[in-house]
């Protein structure tokens, strides 16, 4: 890390979870608590009844949940059970035949689906991300990594180049890519290191909500776990809501708060993470969890 | 003194779908009231049933029936069919757990491991980081080690993690399963220590030990598992 200090980096937002925490007393002697907050908090995202089908039992139906500021939703299952359409539905990109999406800007409820274009691309690079599992769908592979990081900001209204330079050598070395390379085009990194410029392209513009598919699928397992463990820190410390598809459990394990099940379409079972992977309920999601080799 | 967890006809019933739809019975109509201060110490023998209770305490396993009602934050809160994030807020503020094995993650140093419970409570680096160095040390845990992920440690150095991570904050509810097992006398002294610490400021401890000695000195009571239906071993679904 030769041009720029690691410890230079400003200090990231704390995790979103103020209301649900306020009010816990340190010694344990006092009393007097307030009311529990997270009964007050407000959701950022809710599915109703979000249904696209290709074909029988293809695709998703009648998929209905909330997700919180802060939190981290896994969705499991195996290829084809329609994790991948049910994110497509969620993040605006496939409109559902059925049921909404409902997303809160401030005090105001979207139709996610019912927005125009030009707001839900707004939505889209602002206030939610989107990293694909496979880094070059998610970068532009034509310009330098620095003008990757940059795109967001500017789609905001940056300008000033001095800054959006700065902020893009900040990113790059908050993912771990010596920033030395920010005139690099991406072609030239590594499979890992694309997808981490994938990750520092969509949180620079700090984002509320954002959509993964697969981030690891398609790496090296030594490559995996520095991945995991920078998403597992960003998340917490930019306290962002994720929406996650994997059919890995063990990533699962690692990064969600809770999960909910996919078999042909439906979702099977949902709960708390270690619930489901400890003690899951559902015929489905006892084979899943059976086939895993535990190393 | 208010009760801070109370327990009422809790069973646990497996169904085993790969097996035939096996039903397992582990626990049946288990009861009980738990004030701050004392430790209760769970008895029975190996596969009564106690390391499944514990789980069930902390949400990581789901109740068949009953209910499990806890003060959190100055209300009740009703355990059995809460919201996932009821039970990780619980977790961050309420119930502690210090469980028979660390998960080790890739890359997370020990300190990390440690800090982490700190700071999701809401404790600043510095305070989290200062509290887990003190009490590695306290642990017998080479200052040469913090700074490496656990994964690579030996059994009783990994377990030595485990409960300074469990200690780093102090708990209204604090769970214990087999904190003294794999550890020396020297060690086993420290952690003995940390318990009659935490309950002298006021947690309240539920704890599995299968040492004599370990148990009688800290417990306050037994609540024996004896005959509350254990059929199986340890964790259930992975057993069957």
């Given at each position: 890390m030769s041009a720029l200090s690691c410890d230079t980096l400003p200090e990231s937002r704390a995790r979103q979870r103020a209301d649900v925490d306020k009010g816990f007393p340190e010694n344990l002697a006092e009393t007097a608590p307030p009311r529990p907050a997270w009964a007050a908090e407000s959701p950022l995202l809710q599915a109703e009844h979000v249904?696209?089908?290709?074909?029988?039992?293809?695709?998703?139906?009648?998929?209905?949940?909330?997700?919180?500021?802060?939190?981290?939703?896994?969705?499991?299952?195996?290829?084809?059970?329609?994790?991948?359409?049910?994110?497509?539905?969620?993040?605006?990109?496939?409109?559902?035949?059925?049921?909404?999406?409902?997303?809160?800007?401030?005090?105001?409820?979207?139709?996610?689906?019912?927005?125009?274009?030009?707001?839900?691309?707004?939505?889209?690079?602002?206030?939610?991300?989107?990293?694909?599992?496979?880094?070059?769908?998610?970068?532009?592979?034509?310009?330098?990594?620095?003008?990757?990081?940059?795109?967001?900001?500017?789609?905001?209204?940056?300008?000033?180049?001095g800054k959006l330079r700065q902020a893009a050598l900040d990113w790059l070395c908050r993912v771990e890519i010596d920033p030395d390379r920010i005139d690099d085009a991406p072609g030239r990194f590594s499979g890992g290191m694309q997808q981490?410029?994938?990750?520092?392209?969509?949180?620079?513009?700090?984002?509320?909500l954002v959509f993964m598919d697969e981030p690891t699928g398609g790496l090296d397992v030594s490559v995996q776990a520095r991945i995991l463990d920078l998403l597992r820190n960003l998340v917490r410390e930019l306290g962002l809501a994720v929406v996650l598809v994997t059919h890995d459990l063990a990533v699962a394990r690692l990064l969600a708060d809770?999960?909910?099940v996919m078999r042909r379409s439906r979702i099977v079972e949902?709960?708390?993470?270690?619930?489901?992977?400890?003690?899951?309920?559902?015929?489905?999601?006892?084979?899943?969890?059976?086939s895993i080799l535990k190393v | 003194m208010d009760a801070i967890l109370k327990v009422s006809g809790i069973g646990k019933r497996f169904v085993l779908h790969r097996a035939q739809g096996t039903v397992l019975t582990v626990l049946e109509g288990i009861g009980f009231a738990l004030f701050p201060g004392e430790c209760l110490v769970l008895s029975g023998h190996s596969g009564a049933g106690k390391s499944t209770l514990m789980r069930i305490l902390y949400g990581n396993y789901l109740a068949s029936h009953g209910s499990i009602r806890i003060r959190h934050g100055g209300e009740w809160l009703e355990m059995v069919g809460a919201e996932p994030r009821q039970i990780l807020a619980l977790r961050r503020h309420t119930i502690g757990y210090v469980s028979q094995f660390l998960r080790a993650i890739p890359r997370v140093t020990a300190l990390d491991v440690?800090?982490?419970?700190?700071?999701?409570?809401?404790?600043?680096?510095?305070?989290?980081q200062w509290k887990a160095e003190t009490l590695l040390a306290r642990l017998n845990i080479p200052e040469r080690l913090w700074h490496l992920a656990p994964?690579?440690?030996?059994?009783?150095?990994?377990?030595?993690?485990?409960?300074?991570?469990?200690?780093?904050?102090?708990?209204?509810?604090l769970l214990v399963d087999e904190p003294t097992a794999s550890l020396d006398e020297t060690n086993r002294r420290v952690v003995l220590d940390l318990i009659a610490e935490a309950k002298?400021?006021?947690?309240?401890?539920?704890?599995?030990?299968?040492?004599?000695?370990?148990?009688?000195?800290?417990?306050?009571?037994?609540?024996?598992l004896e005959n509350a239906?254990?059929?199986?071993?340890?964790?259930?679904?992975?057993?069957?």
């Open positions: 249904t696209h089908l290709f074909g029988p039992e293809q695709g998703c139906q009648d998929v209905s949940f909330t997700l919180y500021p802060g939190e981290v939703l896994g969705l499991v299952g195996e290829s084809g059970s329609g994790k991948s359409t049910l994110l497509a539905a969620l993040s605006g990109r496939l409109p559902p035949e059925a049921g909404h999406v409902r997303y809160r800007d401030g005090k105001d409820w979207l139709d996610v689906h019912a927005l125009g274009e030009a707001r839900r691309r707004t939505l889209l690079r602002t206030e939610w991300g989107f990293v694909e599992q496979n880094p070059r769908d998610g970068l532009r592979m034509s310009v330098s990594a620095g003008a990757n990081i940059g795109e967001r900001l500017m789609a905001q209204g940056a300008r000033h180049y981490r410029l994938q990750i520092a392209r969509n949180l620079v513009s700090c984002p509320r809770r999960l909910m949902a709960g708390l993470t270690d619930q489901i992977l400890d003690d899951p309920q559902h015929p489905y999601t006892q084979l899943l969890v059976s | 440690v800090m982490e419970p700190a700071l999701l409570r809401g404790y600043a680096r510095k305070t989290a994964g690579t440690f030996s059994g009783g150095e990994q377990q030595r993690i485990n409960i300074a991570r469990g200690f780093i904050a102090p708990w209204p509810v002298a400021a006021g947690s309240a401890i539920i704890g599995i030990f299968h040492d004599r000695a370990a148990r009688e000195a800290v417990a306050s009571r037994f609540l024996d239906c254990a059929h199986i071993e340890g964790d259930a679904f992975h057993a069957a």
